[in-house]
């Protein structure tokens, strides 16, 4: 999901630590489980590589808890425009650690085989 400052007074994600008003720049909310598992708590920087292949390091403002609902990951609009999507339109992302079927399994892990996605490294 692609966000701006404003969405935290549309939304209820369920935040429990952060902003979501401070997604701004190169920053990202992530959901209570992407945090536990990935150590990716609000003040800590994470990689993602964006649907375009694009490689990019962004601080995480905002942990929430709704992510079953709003998914793993949201970045900011800023982040979503520099790695543009599908013929220059961003796009809804997600984050996760699936391999692709038969894959090597020393290969990275992948979260969807189409260019939308967003993989957390």
């Known amino acids: 999901m692609i966000l701006t ?3 935290a007074d549309a939304l209820d994600l369920g935040v429990r630590d952060g ?5 701004t720049g ?11 598992s990935r150590g990716a708590e609000t003040g800590q920087r994470v990689r ?6 694009a490689r990019v390091d962004a601080r995480v403002v905002a942990v929430y808890d709704r992510g079953l609902g709003f998914g793993p990951v949201v970045l ?9 999507c599908h013929q ?7 984050a996760g650690a699936a391999r692709p079927a038969g894959g090597d399994a ?10 939308n996605a967003v993989v957390l490294r």
Do not use: I, N, W, Y
């Open 5 to 7: 400052p404003a969405a």
């Open 19 to 23: 902003d979501l008003a401070r997604l």
């Open 26 to 36: 190169a920053t990202v909310a992530v959901s209570s489980e992407v945090a536990g």
């Open 48 to 53: 993602l590589v964006l649907g375009d292949g």
């Open 76 to 84: 900011s609009h800023d982040l979503a425009k520099g790695g543009q």
């Open 88 to 94: 220059g339109h961003t796009r809804a992302v997600g």
């Open 106 to 115: 020393t290969a990275p892990a992948l979260t969807h085989t189409h260019q």
